[in-house]
C-alpha cells in the first residue's frame, strides 16, 4: 500500500477564496479518496475519483487526478469558515487499506 | 444507520494498566480498521480485518497491542500495559468491503487515551 503527499501542509485564506490542495503519490491506483477531518472528529469521505476519470465535482469540491503524473487536486470553491479542517487524500491499489499522510491544514479567515 | 461507535470516547489512565477500545461497526459492512493518530507521526493504520479475521497488522507497534473482532458487529483493541507513548487517537473505521468495493472508510469519532 502507499500513502499521499499532500501539499502544502497548511494553507490560510480569506472566506470566499478558492482554496487548492495538492496530492502526490507513487505507483498505480484503482481509486483516489478525499477525506476531512474537523478538529477532534473523526474522518469523513469527501470524494472518490477512480483511475479512468479525470475530472470529479460534488456541489464545492472539485478533484481531478492525473494519473501520468501520478497526482491529484482537491479545490474548494468559495470556501466558508465551515470548511476550516484538515485534508487527506488516500490513494488506492489493489490491496483495501488506505494509508494518509499528514494532510493539509486549511484555516479559512472570515 | 448510527455510522461506527467507539467506546470509550476518552479514556485517562495510569501506566501500567490496561486499556480497552471498542468498535461497533456499521451493520453490514465487511471491513474494520484500526488507526491510530498523534501530531509526530499522523495517521497510522494498525490493524484491519476483513469478514472478522485480520488480514494485516503489520502497523501494530508492539506486543502490548492486540485486537479482536470476535463477531461481524464488534472489535476490541487492547493495550496492556499501557505506556505514556500510547497516548494518542484510536479511530476505528469500517467499509462495505469486498461487496463494494471501493474502499470507502466511515470513521468513528475516536477514542482519545491518555497514558500518565
Known amino acids: 500500500s502507499q500513502q499521499g503527499e499532500e501539499d502544502p501542509q497548511a494553507l490560510s485564506i480569506q472566506e470566499g477564496e478558492n482554496a487548492t490542495m495538492n496530492c502526490s503519490y507513487k505507483t498505480s491506483i484503482n481509486n483516489l479518496q478525499w477525506y476531512r477531518q474537523n478538529s477532534g472528529r473523526g474522518l469523513v469521505h469527501l470524494i472518490l475519483i477512480r483511475s479512468n476519470e479525470r475530472e470529479k465535482h460534488s456541489g464545492r469540491l472539485r478533484v481531478t487526478l492525473d494519473t501520468s503524473k501520478k497526482s491529484s487536486s482537491l479545490l474548494i470553491t468559495a470556501s466558508r469558515a465551515a470548511d476550516t479542517a484538515s485534508y487527506f487524500c488516500a490513494p488506492l491499489e489493489g490491496a483495501q487499506k488506505l494509508v494518509f499522510g499528514q494532510g493539509t491544514r486549511l484555516t479559512i479567515n472570515p | 444507520d448510527a455510522g461506527v461507535i467507539q467506546s470509550p470516547r476518552h479514556e485517562v489512565t495510569e501506566m501500567g494498566q490496561e486499556v480497552t477500545l471498542r468498535c461497533k461497526p456499521i451493520s453490514g459492512h465487511n471491513s474494520l480498521f484500526w488507526y491510530r493518530q498523534t501530531m509526530m507521526r499522523g495517521l497510522e493504520l494498525l490493524i484491519y480485518f476483513n469478514n472478522n479475521v485480520p488480514i494485516d497488522d503489520s502497523g501494530m507497534p508492539e506486543d502490548r497491542f492486540s485486537a479482536k473482532m470476535p463477531n461481524a458487529s464488534f472489535s476490541t483493541l487492547k493495550i496492556q500495559p499501557s505506556e505514556p507513548r500510547d497516548s494518542a487517537v484510536y479511530f476505528c473505521?469500517?467499509?462495505?468491503?469486498?461487496?463494494?468495493?471501493?474502499?470507502?472508510?466511515?470513521f468513528g469519532e475516536g477514542s482519545r487515551l491518555t497514558v500518565l
Open positions: 473505521a469500517s467499509s462495505p468491503g469486498t461487496g463494494s468495493n471501493t474502499g470507502e472508510l466511515f
